[in-house]
């Protein structure tokens, strides 16, 4: 038997392991230039929060080179946000480099403070005085769409930041009616952390003789880190360039910007020497975006034979406080689609796929609500957009099978003895290649409109 694709055994020709295996690789924290300084954060303890702050003592300490606030950086760009649907309204919240007057999750950051050593920064950013306010708060997408839950965002009814509907809703309500059986699952995907071995960092240089920034930094994407600095400073290509030298590990959490960039540019310039920032573990805990945060509602219609009649899906997608990048938005219109067989959403552009032994074609209907809530901003991150419905169809046959076993006259025929082993393995490579062919329409969609 051939083997697969990636599986085990396959001989790979890789020009990279070399360095890396005799342990000559060059990542950010081993990027050294001379002068330079270190940068630091002040990050809210609060999920939300208003705050005043006393910045005095810090400037004043011994090393101290500098000390930004919200105040001091009102002419830098809102963190921008990368994210669209076509024909879908997607209100994005104020999002500024350094918070103002009020936080919205644990992390948000107060104050950027720069000085000769680490240690020094940090002495100085825990001795800038802040007075906190602490505000009602919620966390976690189902808690923040109760009834009566604490609005993140006044503008934002019930704390859903837009919705996004797929499916023929009437067609699929219509044949639920007539269903003998109806089983409905709940799949919890959890909030996490891409929690890679070589954190994030960033260290800014100024070339005052040129007007030229250079930041080298740990990312996924010079090119995109550029153009959105470009945004931010409000400068042209030509004035700043992005190196990214060998990553330890991103899984899609280093492909989008971050406050932490625009800042030490900015002190860069300010100061004329190279500013370093490197993430410690707790940190990037609080900086970083995080993923998933999703809770999925699956119910599925049969009839007595337990042919499968319709699929109807709730997707509640956590954003967290902020919306920041496409990939917050991704799951909201993927799950669906990965399960879908006929052709009714995005992922069936591709073609029909042929019924796998045991299932029939099957209307389907998402209702995918992304919600705000006081944490930081969640990412689909790697393999949610198959897993959270996969997870679905897997406890749904084991559901099934269970209850066709136990009451086979009601079945006549056994084909559901088998259906979590050869047939619903087919069946799950189906929706792997279900989203191989979503991912090209979503790369097809997002170049048209960005």
Not at 64 to 85: N, Y
Not at 168 to 189: G, L, S
Not at 328 to 343: A, R
């Amino acid at each position: 038997m051939a083997p697969n694709k990636f599986g085990v055994g396959q001989s790979m020709k890789r020009k990279e392991d070399d360095p890396l295996l005799r342990g000559r690789g060059r990542y950010i924290a081993d990027v050294q230039p001379g002068g330079q300084l270190h940068a630091a954060l002040v990050r809210s303890p609060h999920p939300h929060a208003r705050f005043k702050l006393d910045a005095g003592k810090a400037r004043a300490m011994k090393g101290v080179r500098l000390v930004l606030t919200g105040a001091d950086v009102r002419d830098i760009g809102l963190m921008p946000c990368q994210a669209g649907i076509p024909g879908v309204s997607i209100p994005a919240p104020r999002y500024p480099v350094i918070a103002t007057d009020e936080v919205h999750h644990v992390g948000d950051a107060v104050a950027f403070v720069v000085a000769d050593t680490l240690a020094q920064a940090k002495d100085a950013a825990e001795a800038i005085a802040v007075q906190w306010e602490p505000l009602p708060h919620v966390v976690g997408a189902a808690a923040a769409l109760k009834k009566g839950a604490v609005q993140v965002w006044k503008d934002r009814p019930g704390n859903v930041a837009f919705t996004v509907e797929l499916g023929d809703k009437a067609a699929t309500a219509k044949a639920f009616e007539p269903a003998v059986h109806n089983v409905a699952v709940t799949v919890i995907n959890q909030r996490l952390v891409t929690n890679y071995l070589d954190t994030r960092g960033c260290i800014a240089e100024y070339d005052a003789a040129k007007d030229h920034l250079t930041l080298t930094m740990g990312s996924q994407g010079s090119n995109y880190m550029r153009d959105t600095l470009c945004e931010m400073l409000k400068l042209p290509p030509e004035k700043i360039r992005v190196i990214t030298p060998d990553v330890g590990g991103g899984f899609g959490t280093k492909l989008f910007i971050y406050r932490e960039y625009a800042l030490l540019a900015v002190a860069a310039k300010k100061l004329k020497r190279p500013v370093r920032w490197i993430a410690d573990r707790s940190e990037a805990l609080l900086s970083d975006d995080h993923a998933r945060d999703n809770v999925t509602d699956a119910d599925l219609a049969l009839d007595a034979e337990g042919h499968f009649l319709a699929l109807r899906v709730r997707n509640a997608c956590s954003l967290g406080a902020y919306l920041t990048s496409d990939r917050q938005i991704l799951s909201t219109f993927s799950n669906l689609g990965t399960l879908s067989l006929d052709g009714a959403v995005l992922a069936a552009k591709a073609g029909p796929v042929a019924p796998v032994a045991g299932f029939t074609p099957t209307l389907s209907f998402a209702n995918n609500q992304l919600v705000s809530a006081q944490v930081p901003p969640a990412l689909a991150a790697q393999g949610v957009i198959v897993t959270t419905l996969a997870e679905a169809a897997v406890k749904h046959a084991d559901l099934l099978k269970a209850h066709f076993m136990a009451q086979p006259q009601k079945l006549g025929s056994e084909k559901f003895a088998a259906l979590p082993s050869a047939a619903f393995t087919d069946y799950l490579e189906t929706l792997s290649e279900r989203h191989e062919q979503f991912a090209t329409t979503f790369k097809e969609t997002h170049e048209r409109t960005t």
